[in-house]
Structures are given as structure tokens and as C-alpha cells.
């Protein structure tokens, strides 16, 4: 007879760093919050506007935000859906300055389920 192993979870954090820029967070999508865990039925916006915090613009854009924004590079979540990870739901984003209008994209929105 076998042994049976406990299930492993992963977490994965980041820290705020200093020159890191400050992002606005994200509307309810339908009254469900990025936290809650649920998956959204109302419709999310194609793409995903996040803007950055006037006077918090940075050169250092971070693999992923996990404070005030679900955002994380597309190459970061490629490598976990990859990698089995199946209980996040992704949507397209883009970082805007609003006072340069220059955008940054190849990240994505996620709710983890």
C-alpha cells in the first residue's frame, strides 16, 4: 500500500520595491472583486487598462503586483499555466502613464480561483 503525500501549494510573493512604480487598482468586474476568488460572469474589458499613479512612475517594471493590482508579465504566467497551473484566469493589460501615454504591454490581469 502506498503513502499517501499531503497536496503541495506554492505561493508566489513580491515585495515592493522602492523605485518600483505605484499602479491604480483595478474596478470590481460586476461586483466581484480580483480577491475574491471567484470567477467573473460579467464581461472584463479587452484590454485592461492600469494606470500608473501620477508622480510614482518608475523604470523598474516588476514580473508581477500582488498589493494593490493582480498583474503579471505574460511570460511569468506562460511558465505557471505550464507548469499545471489551471486555477488562474487571465485577461489582457496594459500599463498606461497618463502623463505620457506611453504604454507598457505583454502583461495580463489574473483572478486566481
Not at 470590481?28 to 487598462?49: I, K
Not at 508579465?73 to 502613464?97: E, H, M, Q
Amino acid at each position: 500500500m502506498s503513502e499517501s503525500r499531503p497536496t503541495e501549494y506554492f505561493m508566489l510573493d513580491s515585495r515592493d520595491a522602492e523605485d518600483t512604480m505605484l499602479l491604480r487598482s483595478l474596478q470590481d468586474v460586476g461586483g466581484v472583486t480580483w480577491y475574491s476568488g471567484r470567477r467573473f460572469t460579467a464581461p472584463v474589458p479587452d484590454p485592461l487598462y492600469v494606470d500608473i499613479v501620477e508622480g510614482y512612475e518608475s523604470d523598474t517594471v516588476p514580473l508581477s503586483y500582488n498589493s494593490n493590482v493582480p498583474l503579471m508579465r505574460d511570460d511569468l504566467l506562460a511558465c505557471l499555466k505550464s507548469n499545471r497551473a489551471d486555477n488562474i484566469d487571465s485577461y489582457p493589460g496594459i500599463i498606461r502613464n497618463t502623463v505620457t501615454g506611453e504604454e507598457t504591454h505583454g502583461y495580463s490581469a489574473i483572478n486566481i480561483i
